[in-house]
């Protein structure tokens, strides 16, 4: 996942905040790997609700990190930044969708 001037991959783009973006699909069990990439000139946030709320990722400018979890409940989850930034309301409509 790219964090831009744009958002995640480009979610400005995508209607982002109303529509949500980026959208990940995975299967339930399964072991989701995410690489995070900051070409921004701010530090940006990672998160996913339910599965990485307790911890804030903070991906510094040209930095790139790596998060791991295990997908095992169903649902919706929202993807967002916690790290208040000019870009911030464009990185609070990602969805991770575990099926």
Same mark, same amino acid.
């Given at each position: 996942?790219?964090?831009?001037?744009? =958002?995640? &991959?480009?979610?400005?783009?995508? !209607?982002?905040?109303?529509?949500?973006?980026?959208?990940?699909?995975?299967? &339930? =069990?399964?072991?989701? &790997?995410?690489?995070?990439?900051?070409? #921004? $000139?701010? %530090?940006? !946030?990672? @998160?996913? $609700?339910?599965?990485?709320?307790?911890?804030?990722? %903070?991906? @510094?400018? !040209?930095?790139?990190?790596?998060? $791991?979890?295990? %997908?095992?409940?169903? !649902?919706?989850?929202?993807? #967002?930044?916690?790290?208040?930034?000019?870009?911030?309301?464009?990185? @609070?409509?990602?969805?991770?969708?575990?099926?």
């Amino acid at each position: 996942m790219i964090a831009s001037s744009l =958002g995640y &991959n480009d979610s400005m783009a995508h !209607g982002a905040p109303v529509k949500s973006w980026p959208v990940l699909r995975v299967a &339930n =069990g399964t072991d989701v &790997n995410i690489t995070v990439c900051n070409t #921004y $000139s701010d %530090a940006v !946030g990672f @998160q996913v $609700s339910h599965y990485l709320d307790d911890k804030t990722e %903070a991906v @510094q400018p !040209g930095r790139v990190i790596n998060v $791991s979890f295990l %997908a095992d409940q169903t !649902g919706t989850f929202l993807i #967002y930044c916690s790290v208040f930034n000019p870009i911030h309301i464009y990185l @609070q409509g990602g969805e991770l969708v575990v099926l």
